[in-house]
């Protein structure tokens, strides 16, 4: 149960939040949000005291940026108060105590809050002029080892001492929040430390380091005119490790008398060669540790490394208490539960996780999601899907692990797509690709679940159910855990696409009313009484928002419909089977082709859905046009049938 201090900073954040984005000029805020010296001050000794982590602490330095922004003095007190005592990363990496942790914690949130438009630059700007950017600059400079070097030498014993300085963390953090979407502090930190960001981006630490690094990177990368800087280091350093490879791989075939020729061809020295004729290469999906896939271990199981942590099914839900379930994220590497379980066993001083995070690329992992391989027996992936399960009850805190749950999580992974959200924030590594080639592996688990309890035409049902209710209903579930984009994520499992394309327009149409509904702040009276939208708890409108209040929902819709008529393209039924059973043997028997199509998916998402600047533009990527003209047309249709505005 929340606080009352909690629920006053979380109205003032939505309340400074909504002024920031509505407010058309920077004049105009300033003449909203004003705060005097005494109040800003109090904030601070509030904030420095806290413990940092907590939800408090993080809304509290949320706030504080907000009600000093186009204000100098006020920023410059705000700034000035963590400057000579907080920021002074010499004395700190010879000693410090925990309230100095606390302090320089403080910092980083509040540079990682800065919001990243016109606005927040003013505050950017204010921590340039003050040195702030070229103090952290400076730090790198002068204690990252000197050198020209290209590939980072894990046993650099320079390195290994550098990246265990205390500061080094929090300026990496800081760094990467100055940065995003300002030029000055981009243009600052390529024109000095690029070459030492991207050494430390190759370091593997207990601190990740090298992910920290890599986000500072990243946001440096978006500046037009600096960013090929980053794409120029990391280029060298590909080609570097090209040539290492290639000389390692002629010495190795020297060793068993083998050598390359001038087109790059394998000859043989001498008459070894014919022992080597029976040896293949291992196609499609292979464990980290053996090396060995389906083609020379075809009974064994594999599975995927992931990450998974408890989370609200819906955080828009009216609830006093929101309904609990978890996500999931992975890196997309895969082991042997066999190999896994020897490693184990071999690393007895060592947790089991721990000792999975060296061959998850120092990602963090709690679970073993199960793939039942062409050859693999139904009982060998049961049980090893009954110990993934197991994982997830011993992270979520949930017995029994439904397909209900499953559903959410493929959600929650589509919302993440959507909203362009960071997969690697929680596990340190893993990106976009990496969990849209698990996705498919996800659903075959949800879809052997409902299989298994034949609950695919029950789903579909109530699938149907959904689609057919009263438009007296719509408001409520645009609130429910089960509302619209809970139906669409099952839909992707239980519809052909043949089907799809028959119900498409209805779902998405639901879904733009989803956002419009919530953007409007109809509250609980009006989701109680959901026929009566002009309850007490809001006012649903017939006017259409901005793009960017119907972007999510767009692109959520987007991402499904490319999987359904992409991903799951060419999956043959038989007569007498159902969709369900049809798709989840076709995922079982083509990994080649979902890597393919993944890749090809997000390809389309990110180079032609994500720059979409109008509904327009989203529907002509999705082959809508001829159902739907006009975006608004759509979302008044589903509008005017709520009996309240009808």
Known sequence: QPSLTETLLELLERLLVEAAATLKSVEAYQGFATATVGEITSLLEHAVHMRPGTDLHHRLMRVLPFLTYTNQSNMGLLINHFDAAVLNFTQFDEGHTVEDEARLEAWVALCDGIERNELGNTMKNEIVSL?????????????????????????????????????IKYILRALAGLAANHPTTQKAIAASVINSLHLLEQMSSDEHLGSLAEAVLEAVRENPEVGGKVDEVRSATREEKKKLAMAMRAKQLKSIGLKTNEKGQVKAENSLLQ???????????????????????????????????????????????????????????????DCHMAAVRQARSRDEWDSALLQ??????????????PGVTESAFAASLARHNAYL???????????????????????????EKSFSVDSGGGGPQSNLHTLPYLAHVALYTINSSRANAREERSLETWLDSPPSAWVSQAYAVDGPFYQAAAAMLLLSPEKWSQKRVHILQ??????????????????????NAGAEGGTLKMEIAEYSVYRPALMFFAMVDLIIKDMWAGVHTKPDQDWCVSLAEWIRHNDEAMIS?????????????????????????????????????AILEVLSQIPALS
Request: some cysteine.
């Open 275 to 337: 022992q080597f004729q029976t040896i293949g290469e291992e196609s499609g999906l292979a464990c980290v540790i053996c090396r060995e896939g389906y083609r020379f271990q075809p009974t064994k199981v594999l599975a995927i490394y992931t990450f998974t942590r408890r989370c609200p099914l819906e955080e828009c839900e009216k609830a006093m208490r929101k309904t609990m379930g978890f996500t999931t994220v992975s890196h997309f590497n895969l082991v042997h539960v």
């Open 597 to 633: 199509r993944s890749s090809s998916v997000l390809s389309t998402f990110q180079e032609d859905l994500i720059p979409a600047q109008d509904m327009g533009e989203v529907f002509d990527v999705c082959g809508l046009l001829a159902e739907i003209p006009s975006g608004p047309s």
């Open 131 to 167: 040195g702030i950017v070229s103090r952290c600059t400076d730090y790198i400079k002068n204690n990252a080892p000197p050198g020209n070097q290209i590939l980072l030498k894990t046993d650099n014993p320079a390195w290994k001492e550098f990246s265990m300085k205390p500061s």
């Open 360 to 373: 998850n690329a120092n990602t963090r992992c709690n679970g073993l999601l199960p793939l039942w391989g």
């Open 510 to 531: 639901r879904l733009l009313l989803t956002v419009h509904i919530r953007a409007g702040g109809v509250g609980t009276a009006a989701v109680a009484a959901s026929d």
């Open 393 to 419: 009850s011993d992270v979520t805190g949930q017995r029994d692990i439904s397909y209900q749950n499953l559903i959410h999580d493929l959600k929650l992974m589509l919302l993440k797509f959507a909203e």
